[in-house]
C-alpha cells in the first residue's frame, strides 16, 4: 500500500504565501506525476499543478505565475509554493501521485492524500 501525507495548509490573509507538502510511502517502485488538486465548496475537483519526474510541469490558467510546484524524487514528495494568494484559491487541496507499486508490472495506479484545507481571507 501507499499512503500519501500532506502538510502546510492553512488559514491566511489575500496576498500572503503557503507552502504545502505531500510525502508518499509505502511499497513503491516509482512515481511519475505528483500533482495537487484542490475542490471548493459545491465545485468539482480540479487540477492546480502536476510535475513528472522529469520535472516538466502543467499548472491551471488560473495559478499561473502565482504558484510553483516542484518535486524531491529522493523523499518522494512533492510541493506546491502558493505566492499571492487570492480569496479564490480556497479549497481544499490534495496530493495526486501514479505509483508503480511491483517490479513485474508496469502499471501505475493512481494514490490521493486526505486533502489540506487551504482559507484565504480578504
Known amino acids: 500500500q501507499v499512503q500519501l501525507v500532506e502538510s502546510g495548509g492553512g488559514s491566511v490573509q489575500a496576498g500572503r504565501s503557503l507552502r504545502l507538502s505531500c510525502a508518499a510511502s509505502g511499497t513503491i517502485v516509482s512515481i511519475n506525476a505528483m500533482g495537487w488538486y484542490r475542490q471548493a465548496p459545491g465545485k468539482q475537483r480540479e487540477l492546480v499543478a502536476k510535475i513528472q519526474s522529469g520535472g516538466s510541469a502543467n499548472f491551471a490558467d488560473s495559478v499561473k505565475g502565482r504558484f510553483t510546484i516542484s518535486r524531491d524524487n529522493a523523499k518522494n514528495t512533492v510541493y506546491l509554493q502558493m505566492n499571492s494568494l487570492k480569496p479564490e484559491d480556497t479549497a481544499v487541496y490534495y496530493c495526486?501521485?501514479?505509483?508503480?507499486?511491483?517490479?513485474?508490472?508496469?502499471?501505475?495506479?493512481?494514490?490521493w492524500g486526505q486533502g489540506t484545507q487551504v482559507t484565504v481571507s480578504s
Open positions: 495526486n501521485a501514479d505509483v508503480r507499486v511491483s517490479v513485474l508490472s508496469p502499471i501505475l495506479t493512481p494514490y
